[in-house]
């Protein structure tokens, strides 16, 4: 039972343009979401987060909006650039899981020069 | 500030072998985590340390996996013996938990463990 979810194992966009990943979330008792980024032989690299009395947190370019209501979260990116290639993914916790982190299957972005 | 190291960086053994990871965590960092990624799949934590206390280890598979943390500081994850299921990445990461205050989990660059 996948409690975290991100539907798109990939997604290709052009440099320049957004790119908007996805996530969804089935326990209602997360409170605090995350992103991660991660290039290939290295580990996961703390990219950006949310709370849930937030719907909305920017940091530059990377921007993550949470919709409690539908149990979703998107990370968009503005402008891609091609060192943004790398897989990403969200992560959520709160509730009994406490600070346990459980992990979406992640998301390889493309970004195309 | 140095971040979360991890040795040795890749391992490959024969089943049934045993095999061993090392895990040095941010300096300050009271919580340690092991995690295992499978191909295609997010990280799933295996065991968390709140200082030397193993306080969430309900995802290790205690058959075969034993960790520990000694002086709260270093820790090791062991597999005795490896199966060919147990090629993944082992991730180990750290934070500070301060009361219900948590901060953000860092990871080192994981060990890439192939059992053949």
């Known amino acids: 039972d996948q409690q975290v979810k991100q539907n798109s194992p990939s997604l290709s966009v052009q440099e320049g343009r957004i790119s908007i990943l996805n996530c969804d979330y089935t326990n209602s008792m997360f409170d605090y979401f995350l992103w991660y980024k991660k290039y290939p032989a290295e580990g996961p690299t703390f990219l950006i987060s949310?709370?849930?009395?937030?719907d909305k947190n920017e940091d530059g370019r990377f921007t993550v909006f949470l919709n409690k209501s539908a149990k979703h979260l998107s990370l968009h990116i503005v402008p891609s650039q091609p060192g943004d290639s790398a897989v990403y993914f969200c992560?959520?916790?709160?509730?009994?899981?406490?600070?346990?982190?459980?992990f979406g299957g992640g998301t390889r972005l493309m970004v195309k020069p | 500030e140095a971040g979360v190291v991890q040795s040795p960086r890749y391992k490959i053994i024969e089943k049934k072998q045993p095999v061993a990871f090392w895990c040095n965590p941010i300096?300050?960092?009271?919580?340690l985590y092991w995690y295992r990624q499978n191909l295609g799949q997010g990280p799933e934590l295996l065991i968390r340390?709140?200082?030397?206390?193993?306080?969430?280890d309900s995802q290790l598979p205690k058959d075969r996996f034993s960790a520990e943390r000694l002086k709260g500081v270093d820790s090791t994850l062991k597999i005795q013996p490896a199966e060919l299921g147990d090629s993944a990445v082992y991730l180990c990461a750290s934070s500070l938990v301060r009361g219900s205050f948590i901060e953000t989990q860092y990871f080192g660059p994981g060990t890439r463990l192939l059992v053949l």
């Open positions: 300096s300050g960092h009271n919580t």
């Open positions: 949310i709370s849930s009395i937030k």
């Open positions: 340390y709140e200082n030397e206390e193993a306080v969430d």
């Open positions: 992560a959520a916790s709160g509730g009994n899981a406490g600070n346990m982190l459980t």
